[in-house]
Every structure is written in structure tokens, then in C-alpha cells.
């Protein structure tokens, strides 16, 4: 989803117009945009981009009913987050219902910080450096695509890109699915 696209939908979907800027921070850092992201929580997080929106409902339901933690949607929330967001499994994925529901989470936690007016982008900044992907390890990739780093330093001004640019295909092995470099083991799934 492209990023102005995106502060349109936030304005059309959050529960109030103040939270493009935060909720656009928060987006970026977690999936950089991209509402189908199903992050599968490991010892090393496999990142997966559903091709549709059935393929991420389908995905998540099997992950969850095998005991796996999931992050799922735009803000990768975990479960508890997704419920405490008034989210499903299915309403995750609908981007309009996300935003909303990401919005409320939001203020939840910026009215549990007990803001002050004059510490309110300092407040904020917390808040939005809180959904930061809580798991170790270093920027996760997605099959095609990078998604956005777990640092904690966060802006809610013009954040640049936290992605970091996967190397060429030409530089993999073709057996390299998730682009581990390790070279070691290959690893085959099928439904």
C-alpha cells in the first residue's frame, strides 16, 4: 500500500483525524505498509505476504490453531493486541477495520501514559515506539519484499524508511527461500 494512500484511509477509518502521523509511524515500522503481512513468532520470525486476503485469514488461522504466536495486518499486532483492539482473525486483514482498531489501541495507551500538553509528543513517541515488534533478532525480510526494522528510536515527524534493501536476486541461491544466506539447509513446504 502506498504511503499516501495509506494517511487517506487513516482519515477515513481512525477514530479521530489526529492520528495520520502516529498511526503512519506505526504502520511503517511494523509492515511498511503492507496489510496481507503474516509474521509467523520464532526463535527467528518468518514474515509471510499473503497474496490475498483469504490466503492471510487461511494463513493465521493455521498458525494460531498449531499453537505458533502470530503478528498480523498492517501493525503486525500480536493476539492479545488484535483483541484488545477489537480485532478477529478475519477483521485483522481488512485494512479500514485495522486502522480503526489500531486507533483505538492507540489512545488506550497514550491515555495509560497519563499525558501532560506539555509532553505530548514526547507521550506519543512513546506510545508509537510501544508497538514496536517485541521479538529479537535483526530486521525480518519478507519473501520479496524488506519490512521495516524493530528499532525502538522512533519519529512521529517524516520517519524515513526503515527498509533495508534485500540483495540482488543474482547473488542468492535460488533454494534460498527465506534469504538466511546460510547455505546450509533447504527448507520445503507444501499444502
Known amino acids: 500500500m502506498d504511503p499516501a494512500a495509506f494517511a487517506a484511509l487513516v482519515e477515513q477509518?481512525?477514530?479521530?483525524?489526529?492520528?495520520?502521523?502516529?498511526?503512519?509511524a506505526i504502520v511503517r515500522q511494523a509492515s511498511s505498509f503492507e496489510p496481507l503481512l503474516v509474521t509467523i513468532q520464532a526463535r527467528k520470525p518468518?514474515?509471510?505476504?499473503?497474496?490475498?486476503?483469504?490466503?492471510?485469514?487461511?494463513?493465521?488461522?493455521?498458525a494460531i490453531a498449531t499453537g505458533q504466536p502470530v503478528r498480523t495486518g498492517l501493525a503486525q499486532l500480536d493476539a492479545?493486541?488484535?483483541?484488545?483492539?477489537g480485532l478477529t482473525a478475519a477483521t485483522t486483514f481488512d485494512a479500514c477495520k485495522h486502522i480503526a482498531g489500531l486507533g483505538r489501541l492507540f489512545e488506550a495507551r497514550l491515555q495509560a501514559a497519563n499525558v501532560t500538553a506539555s509532553g505530548r509528543e514526547q507521550a506519543i513517541a512513546h506510545v508509537v515506539a510501544s508497538f514496536a515488534t517485541k521479538a529479537p533478532g535483526t530486521p525480518l525480510e519478507v519473501l520479496t519484499r524488506?519490512?521495516?526494522?524493530?528499532?525502538?528510536?522512533?519519529?512521529?515527524g517524516d520517519t524515513p524508511p526503515t527498509n533495508t534493501p534485500a540483495a540482488p536476486a543474482r547473488e542468492r541461491s535460488k533454494w534460498d527461500v527465506y534469504r538466511s544466506g546460510l547455505g546450509t539447509s533447504v527448507f520445503v513446504y507444501e499444502r
Do not use: F, M, N
Open 46 to 62: 518468518v514474515p509471510i505476504q499473503a497474496s490475498d486476503r483469504d490466503e492471510a485469514i487461511q494463513l493465521a488461522t493455521e
Open 80 to 85: 492479545e493486541e488484535t483483541k484488545q483492539a
Open 146 to 156: 524488506p519490512t521495516a526494522s524493530r528499532g525502538v528510536d522512533i519519529s512521529i
Open 13 to 24: 477509518c481512525a477514530p479521530t483525524p489526529d492520528q495520520v502521523r502516529p498511526l503512519t
